[in-house]
């Protein structure tokens, strides 16, 4: 047997075990080769004709691709639409397919275009799963329980792909956070997100020296929401902050966020860490948000938190940096880790420069980190080049 007919053959016994013994995944079924490689019928030219018009020349006769996916066009009464939001679940009622909450002004605008009688057949389809789950389209169907008419539009129904409802509308106004709280997520969506985001950007980022958040990234719904669904230490770190946040909501000095990641990033670098912990992580963090257990200024939670406080009300992607640098540093100065600066304050470009009379002016990059970011457990690291320059301390 050569080569080539030997991988024939382990290509078609693993291609055959996979049928036997592993079932189809629901998800990403928009790119599953097996569907493809199934389909033996095409469209004919008569329909390619119909669909495409005087263009469909140029075009192969399309796969017909056999899914459970169908569609009609229908008239959706109020009645009826009242009737599919109290008995098809919506929002946490449904724990496999929630669905984003709806805008109030977008549902007045709509139920005021179907009384009017002014509603367009766009061809927009309003989506159902294959148990009969609305995945798309509750701003549509609210506005016709309100309107006096209704409309006609486009249904799809029997939509089987697990993870339809992340990509649904990812163009319009469908959030990260509206995803994962979709799927299922227990905690607070908004904070989980944003966190992914962290966690994410800083897994891609090759000199960690010069993390700059999400500064310069670009992810799409479904990437977060599997990225989440692959780290449940994402979720728990939420957890863990959300209820210390509440519970010390007058004394905190971050946004939530700041410290989940914190949280998730000093438990990922514990695993890695050969020493034995001077703090744990839980005990670190709830000192810093409650200032229980704080005795004199010269604790270490006690300097991050006054270095936070000087940040309080600044929303710049400098301040987050900030904020997480100093946390860092505050982790590591408690295992004996030498910090930039020797110091829990980060150092910043100057607001403003001197010219040559004394004068002030606004300086270039104010606010930006100027210096190596700090993260646990890693020794102080020299500032990298892209910082030095953004920091405008390099003459071009």
Known sequence: MNDKSKDSFEDKLVSGLIKKYQPQHKSYLGSSRELIDASLERLSRAQMNEIFKKRSDYYPNLKIIQTSIKHEVVYISPTLARDILQYSSRGAINPEHKNRRVSKAEVKRYTLAMDDSKWCLTGEPIVFSSDGEVLNGHTRIEAAANSSKGFITVIIYGVTDDLSFAHIDVGKIRSRAQVLEMAGVQVDANILSRVAMLAKAFDQTKNRYAFRGTQGTSFQQAEILHYVESREELALSVDF???????????????????????????????????????????????????IGIQSEGDIEYQVRNYLQTLVGEASSYAVICRLSSIFKGWNLHHAIDIVGNKIAVRRVARYNKDEDGNRTPAKSAGNINEAFTYPFAEKGKTPLKILKQANLILS
Not at 267 to 277: F, H, V
């Open 241 to 291: 902050i959300s209820k210390l946040a509440k519970k010390h909501k007058h004394e905190i000095q971050a946004a939530p966020h700041i410290y989940a990641f914190a949280h998730y990033l000093i438990k990922a670098e514990t695993a890695n860490y050969d020493g034995e912990l001077a703090i744990t992580p839980e005990a670190y963090l709830s000192r810093m948000i409650s200032g």
